[in-house]
């Protein structure tokens, strides 16, 4: 198999949830020498917006969407090392979370990934995390950068309520906030008072170093 026909087989069993056979694919694309970067952004989160659409065109269902994700976090699985260690030295600490009420979290952890390859000490928080989670989670980790994701449009005023939260605790200050997922954008981060926000986990990892960068040359000043 050449490494076009292993994209697209991939494609195709990540499209109808075939768990067993994506993770078979993924190694053997590793043994092939394709890059970890190629099977993802040509063939995995390809996969996963395909599945979207046909959601949304009411061909797939809640069961298939669950099994294509499985199936994506299955080949992540194998990925995550060697898209993460870069060998970057650690330049702080991100805290992340998908909010109260979302279970989606297949980019979240890729944000994760790209995160710690770039230097960031990820704790992630998993999913449907509640406010007061964040506000505690601060207080022991004393992170740098919180992130929060959300992937519904009913799940987005959430990211205003963890920030109230995290106001109400006197800890605004101390961190920067940044949001993403699917349905957000600049325009709804800027609304809610987020200081960052990237449409996917490549500028993601930029802007949290962009923020990062500012806050510490303003510290200095
Ligand atoms: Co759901 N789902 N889902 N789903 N699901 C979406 C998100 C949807 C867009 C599908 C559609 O209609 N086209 C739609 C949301 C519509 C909306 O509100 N606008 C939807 C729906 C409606 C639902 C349910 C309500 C369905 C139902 O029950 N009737 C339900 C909700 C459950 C809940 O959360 N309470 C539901 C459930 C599920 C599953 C559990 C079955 C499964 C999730 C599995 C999992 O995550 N472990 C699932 C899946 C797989 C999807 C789709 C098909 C794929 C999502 C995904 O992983 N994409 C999705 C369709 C789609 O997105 N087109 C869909 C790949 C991933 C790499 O991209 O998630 O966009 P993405 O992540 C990107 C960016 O968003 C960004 O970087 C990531 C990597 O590049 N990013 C950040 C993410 N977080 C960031 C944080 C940052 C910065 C950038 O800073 C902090």
Known sequence: MNQDELLQQMYAQTLVGNK???VDLTNQGLELGVAPTTMLFESLIPALEEVGARFERGDFFVPEMLIAGRAMSGALEILRPLLADTGAETIGTFLMGTVKGDVHDIGKNLVDIMLEGAGFNVVDLGVQVAPESFVDAIKEHRPEVVGFSAFLTTTMPMFKVNIEAIEK???RDDVIVMVGGAPVTQ?????VGADGYAPDAASA???A???LDQKRALALA
Do not use: C, F, Q, S
């Not at 325009?187 to 609304?191: F, L, N, S, V």
């Open 169 to 171: 605790a006197g800890l």
């Open 209 to 211: 170093k962009e923020l």
């Open 187 to 191: 325009e709804y981060a800027d609304a």
């Open 205 to 207: 990892t930029k802007r």
């Open 20 to 22: 067993p056979e994506v």
